[in-house]
């Protein structure tokens, strides 16, 4: 008799040790990866506003078609080799994704110049439940822009021109 419960013990606590779901992911270990919108103010010759100190990220301000809509400031990261990968993100405005399939930013600057960004994102669904939207598409002023985007990384990256 003592063998059987044993063998039951040990089956119930593998089962709940071994949680994953349908793809056989441990959830618990699952480290997931959201994405995130990065805006670069430039000019005609493509030159960073931020960088070149034309606009102060200091008198930028955002709204939102939602609640929540803010942005955060990503200043260069001079410690970093110049050609580094993370480099192309220096003196950009990192904007919050919201859950929503169409979503519009205005951009603020200086108090006299703003401009809207409107997006389109999809939905996604992965592994553990975990599910984002993923910008897919954006315009300005009727114009479509460009989202720069590494194959399978999450990182998009739109220039916006003044």
Known sequence: MKKPLIILLLSILVSA?????DDGIDC???DTEFPSLYIKIVD???SNLIKTGTINPDSISVEGSFSGANFLYIPA???????SEIRKYDNTLSLYIPREENFTY???INDSTSFDLDFKAKFTEIPCGVSYY????VSSEGENLEIIREEF?????VEVEL
């Not at 990261?77 to 050609?83: A, G, H, I, K, R």
């Not at 993923?134 to 598409?137: A, I, R, V």
């Not at 990384?153 to 990256?157: F, R, V």
């Open 44 to 46: 005609d010759n493509g």
């Open 134 to 137: 993923l910008p897919t598409e």
């Open 28 to 30: 618990r270990l699952f």
């Open 77 to 83: 990261y001079e410690s970093l080799p110049p050609d």
């Open 17 to 21: 040790c071994s949680k994953s779901d």
């Open 153 to 157: 990384e999450l990182s998009s990256l």
């Open 106 to 108: 205005r951009i603020h």
